[in-house]
């Protein structure tokens, strides 16, 4: 299951050596939670899968999510799965920076190995971790890309935002990526509006790549693209992750991309995480009945 | 003295230009409060300061900011210049100086050295500007992100944060798409390194002219009620890659038909037979220009006709 | 509790030179889909592997075999007991108890894993598939290239296959793939779930001299195949499993001759 950082510390002083240093995770998050409507402690009794809903019997505020505790560590992917409405996007939209989160804490570590707590960061200060520290890759292009700008344009745009001038470079930058995410390269100057589902979350792909992001969060990466598309990308970011020491967290509701991307994984249901696991653990041998439900579903 | 006909001749100017112009139609409260706004302009240059604009007898759109700018900082003593395409003689030039001098009481100018107040539509003269002078130009659209990004939140927000990325891809995208940076007009500009501007229509000629500039300029936008100014000796640079320098309007051999300049901006009036002619934009500063011209003391004695 | 204690003992049961020792592991699936039904498929296995040692696991089908391989693995969770794991380190873990991602670090170069399935991989050269597993157990490029060279010509996958997508092979051309990969710049500890169960005759014999191979290199190995023949062959020890417990542990021949139902009992 998901260990606290006081399991760790026991794990640590417990008589077995651990194989491996404790990792310095680029993301560590503590009882995060997300309350749309009344952020009292009284909204969040009687919510949770023991209770069957995310809303709030005494207040009627959304639970969104509560008490979610994550870590993912350089050159890792996590995976966060769960039905729509299970709180998965939240809690990527509150470590994204999107929305502010009610509770929590989220330390973050870049490449570098400067720690900042995100949570305590203002709005403008997460702005400015999304240009060159934090990448998210949304299952609608719109939301990452702008549309009516060429595919240069857009991976253009995080370049220009960390303080790159030079034209010349940041052409041969923008060619260099999106020949890396398989963008046609005679296409680099057309309207991202004009590319078809799959060649938009490329683009958008390459985009967040721009600026070596230490933590990168895909959100339903390729939800409503048709299967052989959608496998393409798949094989595109899988290839992505293991080439670069990015830490990434991949929210879907679809197996097959967990099982595809990430090590490691957590089930959420109504706003809680409900089991943590081995990516091929949990599915081979799901222990929460949520779990169990979810992977004989995907089983068909 | 006068002949019947001269005085026909100029009742009958006084006729076509109308009533009077109207007085008083910016009271001394208003005036304050531009005076405040431009306070706060001058202190943080480039930041757009939002103000209560008044109607005017002039269409918003039509120098209306400029207008009250001028109105609030000019004085009976002052000698005030208007031009509208660095034209002293337009029809729009005309009643924005019969509506200021009307109102302030103050002197009408047109050669450029002796104005304390130039008012200008899209152009600033080609004779440098001196310390204690303010140009005060008439801004259409003072949002350089409009058209960048929708949303006027978002614009906010850019400016608060220095976030001009979208800007710098709007140029990629022009260099991509046209080989150059097509802004003709309008060119952005970083001001004092913080603030994005618009610095209003004025020609890529005109941009170096505001950096380190000995006098104060004041950007008015009547219908967008914003004001905001570069107060002298501020760097004003316009938004350019390192490898794709900022260049001006120039074509190779073009010179004025009438000063001879071909340092000035120039404005191309095609011909019949296909040549194009050309002459100075700035018509006070190409008068006193001319070879022919009196006041040009460089040129007496060199008269050919 | 049962942590500390396990913790406590694992250290002298994994004396310099065993790998592996597993402890009074039971392992029960609850099915909280057929109304919360337990089944117990482990009651308390003890097993040990020592350095260079191919223990085989055999018994009937059910007996829990392929489930004792998957919880040293970790993709089955440990009800109670223990997996100790001594790593080249020398550290002793437990793998029944350690973190998730302590797990995931250990996976490759310490311990690897070949089923019968190709695990699910991007569309991607097959060269490609076994250099990147060499990659992962710490082999520079070039290095791992050459070595997936020399592991695909070992288990006979034509030199005209090793740029096509894996998706495309037969399922005896990825087995092989999968052992390929598995076996370069081999782990610590090896488990092996039925790797030749799709291969013809000739590419049989092949993949199991690689298999044998393998003990020179030190390598521990604990497998389950589903015929004598390749026991017989590789091991070096048989552990019969039967009804979730260890039913007989010693020398193949033995054991073997004094069980001859087991392979009928499939």
């Known amino acids: 299951m998901s260990l606290t950082l006081h399991e760790r510390a026991q794990y640590a002083g417990a008589p077995l050596a651990s194989p491996a240093p404790a990792p310095a995770w680029t993301l560590s998050v503590r009882g995060l939670g997300k309350i749309y409507g009344d952020t009292s402690e009284e909204s969040i009794a009687g919510t949770g899968p023991e209770f069957g809903t995310a809303v709030s019997p005494n207040t009627g505020a959304i639970v969104a999510a509560w008490g979610v505790d994550l870590d993912v560590a350089p050159g890792e992917a996590l995976g966060v799965i769960g039905e729509s409405g299970s709180g998965k996007s939240t809690v990527l939209r509150c470590i994204a920076g999107d929305e502010p989160a009610t509770a929590g804490e989220m330390l973050f570590t870049d490449h570098g190995g400067s720690t900042e707590r995100l949570d305590q960061l203002s709005p403008t200060e997460r702005r ?40 010349g470079r940041i052409r041969s930058r923008a060619t260099e990526l999106l020949q890396r995410t398989e963008v046609p390269i005679a296409r680099m100057d057309h309207p991202v509006k004009a590319f078809s589902g799959g060649m938009k979350q490329r683009v958008q792909i390459a985009k967040s790549l721009a600026n070596d992001p230490s933590l990168l969060l895909l959100d339903e990466p390729t939800t409503g693209l048709d299967a052989s598309v959608a496998a393409g990308v798949l094989d595109l970011m899988r290839g992505l992750l293991e080439e670069t020491n990015v830490a990434a967290i991949v929210v879907s509701h679809d197996f097959s991309v967990i099982e595809m991307l990430t090590t490691r994984v957590i089930v959420m249901q109504h706003g809680r995480v409900v089991e943590a696991g081995l990516t091929d653990q949990l599915l081979e041998d799901p222990q929460h009945p949520y779990s169990q439900q979810l992977v004989a579903a995907a089983r068909g | 003295m ?78 005030v210049k208007v031009i509208d395409q660095g034209e002293d003689a337009g029809v729009n030039a005309t009643n924005l100086r019969r509506l200021i001098v009307g109102n302030a009481g103050c002197g009408e100018e047109t050669e450029t050295g002796l104005a304390d107040v130039i008012q200008s539509r899209h152009r600033i003269p080609e004779e440098p500007l001196k310390d204690g002078q303010t140009l005060v130009l008439q801004v259409p659209v003072p949002e350089p992100l409009r058209g960048v990004v929708g949303s006027m939140d978002e614009q906010r927000r850019m400016h608060a944060e220095g976030d001009y990325a979208k800007m710098w891809v709007r140029l990629y995208e022009d260099i991509v798409r046209n080989g150059v940076v097509s802004h003709s007009a309008d060119y952005p500009c970083l001001v004092n390194g913080r603030y994005v501007i618009a610095p209003s229509p004025i020609p890529r000629f005109d941009v170096p002219k505001l950096n380190d500039s000995e006098a104060l300029v004041v950007l008015s936008a009547g219908r967008e009620k914003r004001i905001y100014a570069i107060p002298p000796h501020t760097r004003v640079e316009p938004l350019t890659f390192e490898d794709v320098p900022f260049t001006v309007e120039h074509t190779e051999g073009a010179a004025c038909v009438f000063c001879g300049s071909d340092d000035t901006y120039l404005i191309g009036v095609p011909e019949e037979d296909g040549t194009t002619r050309w002459v100075c934009s700035d018509t006070d500063w190409c008068s006193r220009h001319r070879p022919d011209d009196d006041t040009e003391t460089e040129t007496e004695g060199e008269v050919s006709r | 509790m049962r942590e500390m204690d396990s913790a406590l003992d694992l250290q002298k049961e994994l004396p310099e030179g065993r790998v592996l020792a597993v402890r009074g592991l039971t392992k029960d699936f609850t099915m909280h889909l057929v109304d919360g039904r337990v089944a117990h498929a482990l009651k308390g296995v003890d097993l040990e592997v020592e350095q260079g040692e191919h223990v ?29 794991l001594r790593t080249s380190t020398g550290a002793v873990v437990d793998l029944a108890t350690m973190p998730d991602w302590d797990v995931a670090m250990l996976r490759g170069r310490e311990i690897g894993y070949v089923s019968q399935f190709l695990r699910a991989e991007p569309r991607r050269p097959v060269i490609e598939i076994v250099a990147r597993a060499g990659i992962a157990r710490g082999m520079e490029r070039g290095e791992a290239l050459d070595a997936a060279a020399v592991a695909l010509r070992r288990v006979g996958i034509d030199e005209a296959l090793w740029p096509v997508h894996a998706t495309v092979l037969s399922g005896g051309q990825k087995q092989r793939v999968n052992i390929a990969a598995g076996t370069i710049s081999p782990p610590r500890l090896l488990l092996l779930d039925e790797p030749v169960s799709a291969l013809d005759p000739v590419n049989r014999v092949s993949v199991l001299d690689l298999i044998a191979g393998l003990r020179e290199q030190g390598v521990a190995v604990l497998s389950v195949f589903h015929d004598l023949e390749a026991i017989e062959m590789l091991a070096t020890r048989v552990v019969v499993v039967e009804g979730g417990r260890v039913a007989a542990d010693g020398d193949p021949h033995e054991v073997l001759r004094a069980n001859h139902g087991l392979a009928v009992a499939r």
């Open chain 2, 2 to 79: 006068t002949t019947l006909s001269a005085e026909l001749t100029e009742r009958s100017v006084e006729q076509l230009a109308g009533d009077a112009a109207p007085r008083d139609i910016f009271d001394e409260l208003s005036k304050r409060a531009v005076r405040r706004a431009l306070l706060t302009a001058i202190a943080v240059p480039g930041y757009q300061v939002p103000f209560s604009s008044r109607e005017m007898p002039v269409a918003r759109g039509w120098g209306s900011g400029g207008l009250q700018a001028t109105l609030a900082l000019i004085g009976a003593d002052d000698n």
């Open chain 1, 128 to 167: 400015r971790m999304r240009i060159s520290d934090i990448s998210v890759v949304y299952q609608d292009p719109a939301l990452g890309l702008t549309m009516d700008v060429s595919a240069g344009g857009n991976v253009a745009d995080p370049l220009t935002a960390a303080g790159w001038r030079n034209f």
């Open chain 3, 56 to 84: 085989a696991l055999a018994g009937p089908s059910g007996a829990g075999k392929s489930t004792l391989l998957r919880c040293v693995y970790r993709t089955y969770l440990t009800t109670s007991g223990a997996i100790g």
